[in-house]
């Protein structure tokens, strides 16, 4: 199909952790596509969607959902059920890359550094430390560092970790369980099977949590990042390998942490995102624009994509 126009539901909201990014992201891509004279329906995720969409009947989904239901394939698989197009990863691939144990098996054996992980049951928590300190905790199917703790020697938490310490021990029954990787903070975005760049997010204080990453001011955006061509080199070729292995298509982000006192044996990535941010602090359209794509023209490259 030629750049239309196009009929496209933007499908954005829903009842996730992450609903308010999404519903920036979902009005930024409409709001895009209609400045390029596009048609376009947008549709606020609820149990009704599947008649909403039926009704709209467009030519291609945008999917602008994060997190649970519209991540992890539920709503890929929908879609499929009902013969729609839509942008992003399809529902296998949706299934693994938000599931950071399934990434991890997936990724791997192929070669891909990954942190060492263990799955623990949050109740243990309050007994025995799965690692030695720091290591990091997190829900095995969350994005956005939804629900990530650090646990320190010096951390609030307690030694072992006290059962009233706010923590996403409260929220989820089991939890992945990861060494805590010192050093910087990276993320590579893929575009139709290119890399983009390499970003650095330098946190003001804190780590990067859901706050930082959503927060104008609290994270300071390095791009290009400013670490030595191999590293970077390196970074933008796992990317681009675990998006092959994985099966995304439309736009993913690789996000890593790199030890900078180990080189490239430093190199961790620690998530694959199947449904990168669209928003005006996001990163994917803020690699595209450091290479002349500008947001309207990126976003019209993953319909095209879909389409």
């Known amino acids: 199909m030629t750049r239309g126009p196009w009929h496209v539901a933007v499908l ?9 990014v999404s519903l920036m992201s979902g009005k930024g891509i409409a709001d895009a596509l209609e400045s390029r004279g596009h048609r376009v329906t947008r549709i606020d995720m609820g149990r009704d969607v599947a008649q909403r969409l039926a009704e709209a009947n467009p030519d291609v989904v945008f999917n602008a959902l994060h997190g649970v239901p519209g991540e992890d394939g539920t709503v890929q698989g929908m879609l499929d059920l009902m ?104 993320t590579v975005a893929v575009l139709r099977d290119e890399p983009l760049g390499v970003t650095e997010l330098r946190v003001k204080s ?29 970074m933008k070729d796992l990317a681009l390998q675990a998006h092959r292995i994985l099966g995304c298509k439309g736009a993913s982000r690789s996000d890593f942490r790199w030890d900078d006192e180990h080189g490239l044996a430093g190199i961790y990535l620690l998530e694959v995102n199947t449904q990168p941010g669209m928003t005006p602090l996001s990163l994917v359209p803020e690699q595209a624009r450091a290479i002349g794509i500008d947001y309207a023209e990126l976003v019209e490259r993953i319909v095209e994509d879909a389409l």
């Open 206 to 234: 804190g780590f990067y949590d859901y706050d930082a990453k959503y927060t104008d001011g609290l994270t300071q955006h390095v791009c290009p990042a400013d670490v030595p061509e191999e590293v970077a080199q390196r």
């Open 12 to 20: 954005m909201g829903g009842w996730s952790a992450e609903r308010e």
């Open 83 to 186: 013969g729609l197009k839509y942008t992003h990863s399809g529902l296998v691939t949706s299934v693994i890359a938000i599931d950071k144990e399934l990434t991890k098996q997936a990724l791997v054996p192929h070669g891909v550094p990954m942190p060492a992980g263990t799955m623990v049951d949050s109740e243990s928590l309050f007994s025995i430390d799965p690692l030695p300190r720091p290591y990091v905790l997190k829900p095995v199917n969350e994005g956005s560092s939804v629900g990530v703790a650090i646990v320190r020697d010096d951390s609030n938490y307690g030694n072992p970790i006290a059962r009233d310490a706010v923590g996403p021990w409260q929220a989820f029954d089991r939890l992945l369980a990861e060494p805590f990787i010192k050093g910087r903070e990276l």
